[in-house]
């Protein structure tokens, strides 16, 4: 079996002989250009550059030092989106037992209540005052209540 790499289209011969084409994953969108859709173009470069004219050594560097730039910046980006969320489902859990005001979804009201447990999961952080849910980003401020009262 061989790859494309610029279309990512693979080739195989089966048991009779024949060649048959398949596709190795879906396409990224049009629109965005990945650090697949980078390394891609560098091989068809590299592939169909003119022999009489070759790519000199500080153009192939200049485009791999850039290759590296993508890939750090994708591992930042993905980093930074796992701190986000560690922090956001820190702040839920830090609320448990505090009295927060937030606007009631159904009513529009603004609505207070001591908060009795925090469910955590995919994109938000849900907290739970009383039977109702409340979404962290609906809740405007946080009150502990005082001891002794």
Known sequence: MSLDPITGTTTSKTQTGMWTTGTKEAPPAPHEMGKDSFLKLLIAQLKYQDPLN???GSEFMAQTAQFTVVEKLDALAKSN????AGQRDLAGASLLGRTVAYVDAETGEDTSGVVT???FGGESVVLKVGDTEVPLASVKEVTRE????
């Open 146 to 149: 005082q001891e002794g009262t």
């Open 54 to 56: 070759p790519a000199e």
């Open 117 to 119: 447990s925090v469910q």
């Open 81 to 84: 989106a796992d701190m986000l």
